[in-house]
């Protein structure tokens, strides 16, 4: 009988390509998550019953024991971008991940992958990137032969950073940013996708991997480098750290007071996050230790950021069509 992995999070923007992946590698796949009726997406990535969609909550013990039964190997890749309710930072990553190794070594699990990210510092004074942190330390305090697997900003068709910023720029001449001279190492979510299936596969030594693409550029850069893909020209106005975080300040109460309805485009958290760089570590273990080439940001954006250009799918017809001689 083919091996059976229980994927936390796995209807997600990374775990969904984990999920692929295994599936085509013939694993049986428990996707546990909140809203299973809303990860169906996920079945016809294998064959009928071969991925399944299970009711977890992270939070509770027996939830996550339940989905784990029986099964030969872990992936967590359950994280926040925002605390909203009960789910907090640290009831998310960093408790959720260590309940989720504890039980994994009591029910016998000796594979387990844990999805972080690269700037996890238990000392931080962002709470995403302590608690990541501290997740690590936990999933390490039980399990010291798990994967660590910590990407940079990750890409893809899916992803809440490209396709956020490529949005915003429908809105106004103006595109604001905050942390425009940070530095960031993109990395492709199918390039994660393979790293953490490598290890659920007994095919990369125990540890901690640090994943970005093949460049380095700033967030600044980096828009740029979309507003060329979709076609558009804005002033890209760099938020100074001071104003930013008061627009978060506002943004968050507006939350609040919505009990929320109103979403901060921007939280205090985030802010202390793109005050820093997040690119791979000088010596740390990556991509080339687990034989992966990276794939480059500029090779995949034109894919599904076309949709963000002025006339979407029809913008390159326009600009051929500037080019045609009449008479």
Known sequence: MSKLVTIYGGSGFVGRYITRRLAKDGWRIRVAVRRPNEAMHVKPYGAPGQVEPVLCNIRDDASVAAVMQGADAVVNCVGLLAEAGKNTFDAVQAEGAGRIARIAVEQGIETMVQLSAIGADAESQSDYARTKAEGEAAVLAHMPGAVILRPSVIFGPED???????SMSRMGPVLPIVGGNSKFQ?????DVAQAAVLAVEGKAEAGVYELGGPDVNTLRELIGQMLKVIHRRKLVLNLPFWLARIVAFFGELG???SLGLIKSPLTGDQVK???????????????ADLGIAPVAAGAV???????????????????????????
């Open 160 to 166: 809440d950073f490209f396709n956020r910023f490529a």
């Open 186 to 190: 993109p990395v492709y979510v199918d």
């Open 255 to 257: 939350g609040k007071i």
């Open 273 to 287: 996050l793109l005050a820093n760089d997040n690119v791979v570590s000088e010596g740390a273990r990556g991509l």
């Open 301 to 327: 954006l034109p894919d599904y950021l076309w949709r963000f250009r002025p006339t979407g799918q029809y913008d390159a017809i326009k600009d051929s069509a500037k080019n045609l001689k009449i008479g």
